[in-house]
């Protein structure tokens, strides 16, 4: 027979259960864009008692418990996630720091607590620990603080742009990314190289030069001394392209972090570069969407669809590119848009020397479609949404209901890019 403390104690655990289940429901959007897939949280008990396993489909789950509420959810990660070695690697790592940051929340509100006094930090360390050891990773997280307090400044109206690397083998990183150096004198701590004044920014722009940074001192200054650039940009796609010249450079522990100029901070690894705005870090590499496009686009257009892509993000001017398997039906369910006001079989085809006036028509509202051969059959296309659609924002669910006929390429009007299949998120990148 349960006696009233029994009551209680299962009442309590109920409710740290469901303020448990809220916390992760904020948290695990933040983690579907740092891992660049679409990640799932399922509010229900898994019925595996281990910290991970894999589905008979391929999905990799991970269970979320605390030691007092026990197995409250789990996380789930589509097969073509499991393939991808970061987003294995920054889930299993969130899966352990957020048992950690909640280990000790025996009382309910103490978990809106430790979201607002901790968070920040959480992710930081989560991505900087997946790569260095923690003797070492607090002193790159301060760095990484440093430079973010230089994105609330501005000098004659503007938000500089500044660059460091932190190296283990600068020798190594010199030859590859074909630069010199130019030693500094007295070796300043890097807050005082910044707040000393906007040359200190000037010369460091990330584009053509960056600091070289030792604990907390700047101790030279380097810069491009050649024009060397890595051949292949796959999976770089969405990186601004001024900054792929350190891709070759890079290597094992190196660490670049780039303020951008325009508030946000970037980090380039030899793993993944990722991109800190609005408070939350989103992935801006990611080695397989260019494998989700149709197979018999050639690599080059592919890689130029992905760059268009990328510019409409960076520029924060929303658009949706659909690529369709089955067009005749897709058109079949769409408005048609500038079409209807010109003759021929298609308004452009797309090549190097159509990109500009195809990064213009995707600017117009409404979806822009191809056709298998790369040509633009239309643009400005509304999308007819079925009855029953999940209520989400407009190009969103457009971007899911034109999936149903093949893969859409939405990016939103404040940056991020997603890419749907089949009616399911596949991709989410920045």
Known sequence: MKTADDFVSSKKIRVLRQRLRRAYAHLVPKLARLAGYSVVLHQETPKFDKAFTRSSSGNLLYSLDSPI?????????????????FATKIVGRFQTKAKRMFAACNHTRLIEQALLKEEGFFWDDLIVGFKYPKNSHYSLIETLWTLRQGLHFRY??????V???????LQTFIKKAGTSVIPLADCPSLDDLLKESKAAHLLSDAEGAIYVVKGAKAVQLMYRSSLSSPSDDSGWEFVPTQY?????????RDLVIINSGVGEQILITSKAVLKWVGGQWTRLSHSSVSQLLPPEYPTELKALILEVVGQLS???VGALIVLPEDLDSLLRNCAP??????????LLKLSPSTRGFFQRLCAIDGAVILSNDATVVDAGVIVN???GAPAEGARSTAARAVSAFGIAIKVSHDGPIAVYRHAHRVASIS
């Open 69 to 85: 509420a026990g197995p409250f959810g789990y996380l789930e990660l589509d097969k073509a996630a499991a393939a991808d070695a």
């Open 156 to 161: 004659e109206g503007q938000l500089p742009k």
């Open 163 to 169: 660059g460091v690397l932190l190296t283990w083998n």
């Open 244 to 252: 792929r010249w350190l891709r070759s450079a890079v290597q094992g």
């Open 314 to 316: 960076q520029q924060h």
């Open 337 to 346: 848009g500038l079409s209807q006001r010109l003759n021929g079989a298609g």
């Open 385 to 387: 949404i079925p009855p």
